[in-house]
């Protein structure tokens, strides 16, 4: 069955360090794969999309890697800070149905501190 | 831009009532839009895709008959859930994904429904 794992566990990082969160997926081929920031009780929020053919992505401080072999997606955070704190979804969207339908895994909260 | 409402926020119903929960795209035109629901700790579970003037296509599982979906227009996406029961508890959410051929969705803040 299709599965997105993301580590359920908080991350805790300190002030200026780089967060690094994980996304693994397995029997996926996905088309694209995106990152969310979520707060509580509101929605998601678009960060970054990846696409299949690409290995990396940046925007300002924020940078994504694919890997399909591995199959397995990277999100970095440099120079963390406080407000940076939320959980982080990953979400996929296969190729079946013309890449319209994303999967989201369950998230990884993030807390920076100071 | 890409800005996605919904109304209401918050909603508290009696069992058996009937809610309706609207989403709008306030600066693009949406051809489709997605509804999904959030139980607490939980990630986002897709109930169903609607395009404009189209029917809904709902996940398997997601009883068409409790979820109506109307897309009528390009801005406007309305999830009525019929019925209420307890169980129907949650953190509603929809996005809309613009024209154009871009494949990023924009969320809207959620509805958080509670029936008593």
């Known amino acids: 069955s299709q599965k997105i794992e993301q580590n359920s566990e908080a991350l805790n990082i300190q002030e200026g360090k780089t967060a690094t969160l994980t996304c693994n997926y397995t029997?996926?081929?996905?088309?694209?794969l995106q990152w969310y920031r979520q707060d509580p009780g509101r929605g998601p929020v678009f960060l970054l999309l990846?696409?299949?053919?690409?290995k990396e992505k940046r925007k300002e401080r924020l940078k994504v890697t694919f890997d399909t072999t591995l199959k397995q997606s990277l999100f970095h955070i440099t120079a963390s800070q406080p407000a940076d704190s939320a959980t982080y979804l990953c979400?996929?969207?296969?190729?079946?149905?013309?890449?319209?339908?994303?999967?989201f895994g369950t998230g990884t909260q993030l807390k920076v501190e100071l | 831009g890409a800005v996605v409402s919904q109304h209401p926020s918050r909603v508290i119903c009696k069992s058996g009532t009937s809610v309706k929960i609207e989403c709008r795209s306030l600066?693009?035109?949406?051809?489709?839009m997605f509804w999904y629901r959030q139980f607490p700790k939980q990630s986002l579970m897709l109930m169903a895709t609607?395009?404009?003037?189209?029917?809904?296509?709902?996940e398997q599982g997601v009883e068409k008959d409790k979820f109506l979906i109307n897309h009528a227009s390009l801005t406007l996406s309305t999830l009525t859930v019929t019925s209420a029961h307890p169980e129907d508890s949650s953190f509603y959410i929809c996005s809309a994904r613009g024209t154009g051929g871009r494949n990023e969705q924009f969320f809207g803040p959620g509805t958080r429904l509670t029936v008593l």
């Open positions: 979400a996929l969207s296969s190729r079946a149905g013309g890449g319209n339908k994303l999967t």
């Open positions: 990846i696409r299949e053919n690409e």
């Open positions: 600066d693009f035109q949406a051809t489709t």
């Open positions: 609607s395009n404009e003037g189209s029917k809904a296509t709902y």
């Open positions: 029997n996926y081929s996905p088309a694209y």
